[in-house]
């Protein structure tokens, strides 16, 4: 099997997660071998599962970095042809694992997460893959206050930290429109 690296992208809420187990299932079923990981920083509804926002999920290892996944398969790791990764922005190590994963191991590598932050700035290293990926899908939700097709992640808790770990307890889905707005941007000179 050749390298190959696959991105999930969007904002929350989007459906990227759901896709990432989409794509797991058919490669299951194809009888190809996958591990699935994500950061243990999520612990929104589960430890050690990726779930949705609207509830399907499927065991995990949940780790901090890609590094410390690789020591926790050990031997095991030759046996994976897939790695799915969720919450793809909150892993330090991700551009290195994932290159060489591909590159020198030959995995066919899944990756899930925010292409922005509540501020629509670079989130960890998921940007950092657009150059190595052999395919990017950017997912659009629905606006939480129109239906328009969302792009953007409005964050309605009161924090300025990038990460902050919720759902729609502190974030909502938004359209440019109702990001713009309701972040009261002004074009530059206004
Ligand atoms: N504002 C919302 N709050 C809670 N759940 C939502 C909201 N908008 C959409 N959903 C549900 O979330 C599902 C997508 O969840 P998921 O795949 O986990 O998205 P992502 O990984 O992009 O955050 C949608 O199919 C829908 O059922
Ligand atoms: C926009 C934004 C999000 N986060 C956190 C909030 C959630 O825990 C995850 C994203 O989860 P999803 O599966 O994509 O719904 O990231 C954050 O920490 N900072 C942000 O700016």
Redesign the pocket.
């Known amino acids: 099997m050749k390298g190959q690296i696959d991105l999930i992208l969007?904002?929350?809420?989007?459906g990227?997660?759901s896709e990432l187990l989409r794509r797991v299932e058919d490669h299951e079923a194809a009888g190809r071998k996958v591990v699935l990981v994500k950061s243990s920083?999520?612990t929104?509804y589960h430890s050690s599962r990726i779930v949705?926002?609207d509830g399907h999920s499927k065991g995990c290892y949940a780790t901090a970095s890609l590094a410390e996944l690789r020591d926790s398969l050990g031997g095991e790791y030759s046996s994976f042809s897939v790695i799915a990764i969720?919450?793809a922005?909150?892993l330090p190590d991700l551009l290195q694992f994932c290159a060489h994963a591909a590159d020198f191991d030959h995995k066919h590598i899944l990756v899930?997460?925010?292409d922005?932050?509540?501020?629509r700035q670079r989130?960890g290293q998921v940007l950092d893959l657009v150059p190595l990926a052999d395919s990017v899908t950017k997912l659009g939700g629905s606006c939480a206050y129109c239906s328009s097709r969302a792009l953007f992640?409005l964050?309605i808790a009161a924090d300025e930290?990038?990460?902050?770990?919720?759902?729609a307890d502190?974030?909502a889905p938004v359209c440019r429109r109702h990001y713009t707005e309701l972040n009261e941007i002004r074009p530059a000179g206004e």
């Open positions: 969007g904002p929350m809420f989007a990227k997660t920083i999520d929104r949705t926002h969720d919450e922005q909150f899930a997460g925010l922005g932050d509540f501020r989130f992640s964050r930290r990038q990460a902050l770990v919720g759902g502190k974030y």
